[in-house]
Nanobody, 120 residues
């Protein structure tokens, strides 16, 4: 089992920046990928960015060039640096982790969510 604790959300003006953090604990030895999703009111949860160990990163087109995902493997922490924020970035942001279990199947874990509000 992997536990996730997020931090860093808040209220920011359009054009500003925020940095989200997500610390993983528990059985982290088989983590394969980490990332961030978001859900705005009345909308489905959508991918923001992911990073796969030994592979690379993936971004939603709407955030490419503005957001950066990076990981500190020593701290089992994944970050999302968000710059040039827009009102449409307002959402609850969820940390996501995938590991490979002893059954060799992928398992997903989610954080509790952190609110990001961008005022225009």
């Amino acid at each position: 089992q992997v536990q996730l604790v997020e931090s860093g959300g808040g209220l920011v003006q359009a054009g500003g920046s925020l940095k989200l953090s997500c610390a993983a604990s528990g059985d982290t030895s088989n983590i394969n990928a980490l990332g961030w999703y978001r859900q705005a009111p009345g909308k489905l949860r959508e991918l923001v960015a992911t990073t796969t160990r030994g592979s690379g990163t993936n971004y939603a087109p709407s955030v490419m060039g503005r957001f950066t995902i990076f990981e500190d493997m020593g701290k089992n922490t994944v970050y999302l640096q968000m710059n040039s924020l827009k009102s449409e970035d307002t959402a609850v942001y969820y940390c996501w982790v995938e590991d490979i279990g002893i059954d060799w199947q992928p398992h997903e874990y989610w954080g509790q969510g952190t609110q990001v509000t961008v005022s225009s």
